[in-house]
């Protein structure tokens, strides 16, 4: 990796944390509609604030115009597509209703003739998912063919949806996306989309893990099509449809097991969710679809 790749990663990555940062001041000040629509009790009983989902957004998009590894019209397209996954996030945080859970439980409510803000999201998603694959392909110089178009908007918006089931606990999701941190040591194309989660994440870890706000599906959800579109643009094909296969199976996994319950049962995994956490016993119930 260049020097100067190197530099855009990192002016990338600080864009994002100083863009969450500053966003979450802003917004901490004057919420929009009020700081009620926007605040929620964890299963601990405390209240803690979804604004960070909004500062989030912003700040990966914001690091995503200016990254370097992939050109000014993938970025901006890219950008564009986290954005109304963001968006998509916020209306489902706002106006969702927790009785409708699940993939599953959405499109059976849409069988019946019941449109949920989770089944709008899924599909929102879906098509920004797309959109976004098929900059990405056209970045990596492939056919923007509709089999792999579809299967790649698949990853994303499988990714998107995934890391939403993993934000559970205090800087649970948050972990997962700083995992993708040593992504950013090597050339991959993919390193420049991973380094304004990577950033963004960072801002907001601490209060998070302090169980003071809480991403929601809007952060959670942007989060994970971040990471989706640094694999898509990252990996050759057989990676990308062993990513897909594995994001499906553990999609499908969570309809009959909970995610929280194995971690809290394995020791290893119990031991590195808790890490930064003040309290054992402080966690966030974000994912509410």
């Excluded at 986290?82 to 209703?97: C, E, M, Q, W």
């Excluded at 099509?225 to 999609?251: D, E, F, H, K, N």
């Amino acid at each position: 990796m260049t020097g100067v790749g190197r530099l855009r990663r990192t002016v990338a990555s600080g864009v994002a944390a100083a863009t969450t940062r500053e966003l979450r001041r802003r917004l901490d000040r004057s919420p929009p509609g009020g700081s009620g629509p926007w605040t929620r009790t964890n299963h601990a009983g405390a209240s803690v604030s979804l604004l960070e989902g909004p500062a989030l957004v912003g700040g990966v998009v914001a690091g995503t115009v200016v990254t370097g590894g992939v050109r000014l019209r993938t970025r901006l397209a890219t950008a564009a597509a986290l954005g109304v996954v963001g968006g998509a996030g916020a209306h489902d945080d706002l106006y969702g209703s927790g009785s409708t859970k699940g993939i599953r439980g959405h499109l059976g409510a849409l069988r019946r003739g019941e449109v949920t803000s989770g089944a709008v999201k899924i599909g929102v998603i879906g098509l920004s998912g797309l959109a976004a694959a098929a900059a990405l392909r056209r970045e990596r110089g492939e056919r923007a063919g509709l089999v792999g178009t579809l299967l790649d908007g698949a990853l994303i918006a499988g990714t998107a949806n995934l890391v939403n089931l993993l934000d559970l606990r205090p800087g649970r999701a948050l972990k997962v996306a700083l995992a993708t941190g040593p992504l950013l040591s090597t050339s991959s194309a993919g390193a420049g989309l991973a380094a304004p989660a990577v950033g963004a994440s960072t801002a907001a870890l601490q209060d998070d893990l302090a169980g003071k706000t809480m991403m929601g599906d809007c952060g959670a959800n942007t989060l994970g099509a971040a990471i989706g579109c640094a694999m898509v643009v990252g990996s050759p094909a057989p990676v990308r449809r062993l990513l897909l296969g594995s994001v499906v199976g553990l999609t499908l996994l969570s309809e009959r097991v909970s995610f929280t319950e194995v971690i809290e049962s394995t020791p290893w995994l119990r031991r590195l969710d808790q890490v930064g956490r003040p309290g054992a016993s402080r966690g966030v119930t974000a994912a509410t679809s």
